[in-house]
């Protein structure tokens, strides 16, 4: 990826809007608008097109275009998909602007026009996340002293990709390291990143990079503990090398890490293709359950009893989905669950300092999802406050459990994640057991 492209924020141009609310192609069936393409990483895009009032007609437009084409003065082409217009009726009647109508867009392909997310039109896609280097990181300096004198050597072009592996027939991920060398007036830096690249052997949609590349941030954010997100996407064609492409968006802020991932990169590096793969294949069942552990990671927010739901609801989904009847028994009792997770994860020592009581979290788990009194005997057990606060901890690690097993991980390199981990600190931070 070419992370020296300036990409401003501010693009001035022509736009065709079509003259349906669908895209077509003949030049009688769009009307052309002058207006401006505003871009903010960390919000929704937005169009504004200016035009003159014709015969009466104040505005033709619709509500929503699946497509718009545009091109700015520097010649850049733009295709801005899923634009929705914004009613200024809805916030102050009394500054309505009649000559200007204001989009917002969830896509923009800066660089090229494409007929629709589902074109088959790129063949490379490298994405820049802002901490995938805290998993998954290639030193390329090569340092050296001699007395007084510190000299450090970077080869901007060494740097073979240390992950290659194929996820579906024709579609590879690679991890590549990238180094950047920037002299400035009194300091030099040199930066090493890492990115994702996906590659197939030809062309697919838009749509497909993007769904693969929503996997690989979840992953990320199981093998980070944190939620992470894509800063910056490019797309080529291979056919056309030369020409660049980037996929603009509304960029959801990647959460700092804890010091050390959860998977351990470098300690399990052959077994990471193969836990990309299983992850890949899994990924349309797994996923609802690994939102609902990340969410349950975000900081600086109120713990209340629907956190603890969230995390008790997908171990059951999991067990659901991904161990009931395997071995002939339809178990549909969550205490029982519950137990046969406990047992099945026996040798995780992390688990087992958790001491978790199944029916402690089952009468919890059925006291708040039916809301039943504190008096009801039914529930006598169910904890409150901050032993439901705990209990809730205690099931996130439980839960990781799940998750790394699904993968493919077994009972020691689960036990070999769990060290000097952010599971390690939940585990510590546990109230004292006393039998």
Request: charged residues 25%; negative net charge; proline residues 6%.
């Amino acid at each position: 990826m070419n992370s020296k492209q300036y990409i401003p924020s501010v693009f001035h141009g022509k736009w065709r809007i079509p003259e349906r609310d669908e895209f077509m192609w003949s030049v009688s069936e769009y009307q052309e608008c002058m207006g401006t393409l505003y871009y903010d990483e960390g919000r929704p895009l937005r169009l504004e097109v200016y035009h003159e009032p014709k015969q009466g007609v104040i505005s033709s437009m619709y509500h929503h275009y699946d497509v718009i084409w545009g091109k700015d003065a520097n010649g850049y082409e733009f295709t801005l998909f899923n634009a929705n217009i914004n009613n200024p009726m809805e916030e102050d009647p009394q500054t309505i602007d009649f000559s200007k109508i204001e989009f917002t867009i969830d896509y923009v392909i800066l660089g090229r026009h494409v007929k629709s997310m589902d074109e088959p039109v790129f063949d490379i896609c490298t994405i820049k996340f802002p901490f995938l280097r805290n998993w998954a990181f290639q030193d390329n300096r090569d340092p050296a002293r001699n007395g007084n004198i510190i000299s450090c050597n970077l080869d901007l072009d060494k740097g073979k990709p240390f992950l290659e592996t194929e996820i579906e027939n024709g579609i590879k991920i690679t991890l590549l390291p990238y180094s950047e060398y920037i002299p400035e007036h009194y300091d030099t830096k040199i930066t090493q990143n890492t990115y994702l690249r996906i590659k197939t052997d030809r062309p697919i949609p838009t749509s497909k990079f993007m769904q693969i590349i929503f996997e690989f941030s979840q992953f990320l954010s199981i093998a980070l503990f944190s939620n992470q997100s894509p800063c910056k996407i490019e797309l080529r064609s291979q056919r056309e090398p030369r020409r660049w492409a980037f996929l603009l968006f509304e960029v959801e802020p990647s959460e700092v890490p804890y010091k050390m991932p959860l998977v351990k990169y470098a300690k399990l590096t052959e077994k990471v293709p193969a836990m990309l793969s299983a992850w890949h294949s899994n990924f349309e069942q797994l996923s609802p359950i690994c939102n609902y552990l990340i969410r349950s990671l975000e900081h600086n927010r109120f713990f209340d009893a629907p956190d603890f739901l969230i995390i008790a609801q997908a171990l059951d989904g999991y067990y659901k989905r991904f161990i009931n009847k395997k071995d002939g028994k339809n178990i549909k009792q969550y205490q029982q669950q519950i137990e046969k997770l406990l047992d099945r994860f026996n040798g995780i020592y992390m688990l087992r300092e958790c001491r978790i009581n199944p029916e402690e979290l089952t009468q919890s788990r059925h006291k708040y999802s039916h809301l039943i009194p504190d008096d009801d005997k039914k529930v006598e057990k169910a904890v409150t406050g901050e032993d439901l606060y705990d209990l809730t901890r205690k099931c996130i690690v439980l839960l990781t459990c799940c998750i790394l097993d699904n993968i493919g991980l077994t009972t020691e390199e689960i036990n070999i994640c769990f060290e000097n981990s952010a599971i390690q600190e939940i585990v510590a931070n546990l109230p004292p057991f006393f039998d």
